[in-house]
């Protein structure tokens, strides 16, 4: 039972490098989602998605990109680290609200460091 | 701009007490609020409330929620060391269904 797998769940990188967050889900879920957490501030919502090969900006967009090329990956990038996006990242993923009203599930998180 | 707000912060409380926790929300197109414990990692899921005035309970745990006054408060009685923990509220929105957090609840609950 995987649910939702983050992958890494560690990284340091160095200012300006860049990376991708891979998230995966087993659950057949149209809905995915990736939020940062940092102290004091909750989840807030980088970008989400509706389902396959759409995405959408959620509240905080800016110097990440993401794609849904595939209904169960939804992949996070970050093209220039910057240390203002050292942050726990955290994917979730739900049903549509036609289908069930449903929480959304989360991943155990990556916590990514840039120096 | 669609708002979640908790209160309080944080909160330190003995073994056996009883706490309440506060969630006010301002979104537009409603759908339902949720509310989340979070330890050390992902958060785990506690209730999902979409109508007003019915009460939701888990052993210690109850929440309700009021559509009118744009809150829900979630109650934990007889505390345990257990649950300290960061509580997260979240609304969902209809439409597009986003979740919006608010910044959570940091309790601690001492021996």
């Known amino acids: 039972n995987a649910g939702v797998t983050q992958t890494p769940k560690f990284r340091v990188l160095k200012t300006g490098q860049s990376m991708t967050l891979l998230c995966a889900q087993d659950?057949?879920?149209?809905?995915m989602y990736w939020y940062r957490q940092d102290p004091g501030m909750g989840l807030r919502l980088i970008h989400y998605?509706?389902?396959?090969?759409?995405?959408a900006k959620g509240e905080v967009p800016d110097g990440y990109n993401v794609s849904r090329l595939k209904k169960q990956n939804f992949l996070l990038g970050l093209e220039s680290a910057a240390p203002s996006q050292t942050s726990v990242y955290f994917c979730?993923?739900?049903?549509?609200?036609?289908?069930?009203?449903?929480?959304?599930?989360f991943g155990q998180g990556t916590r990514l460091t840039v120096v | 701009e669609d708002k979640v707000v908790q209160s309080p912060l944080s909160l330190v409380v003995h073994e056996g007490d009883t706490v309440t926790l506060n969630c006010s929300y301002e979104?537009?197109?409603?759908?339902?609020l949720l509310w989340y414990k979070q330890e050390k990692k992902a958060p785990t899921f506690l209730f999902m409330l979409?109508?007003?005035?019915i009460e939701k309970k888990s052993g210690r745990l109850s929440s309700i929620l009021d559509k009118k006054e744009l809150f829900s408060i979630l109650n934990i009685t007889a505390t345990q060391t257990g649950d300290s923990a960061i509580y997260l509220c979240?609304?969902?929105?209809?439409?597009?269904?986003?979740?919006?957090f608010g910044t959570g609840t940091r309790l601690k609950v001492l021996a």
């Open positions: 998605s509706v389902g396959e090969g759409t995405t």
């Open positions: 979104v537009t197109n409603f759908r339902s």
């Open positions: 979730a993923s739900s049903y549509p609200e036609s289908f069930l009203d449903t929480e959304a599930f």
């Open positions: 659950m057949n879920h149209e809905y």
């Open positions: 979409t109508s007003s005035g």
């Open positions: 979240a609304v969902g929105t209809s439409g597009t269904y986003k979740y919006i």
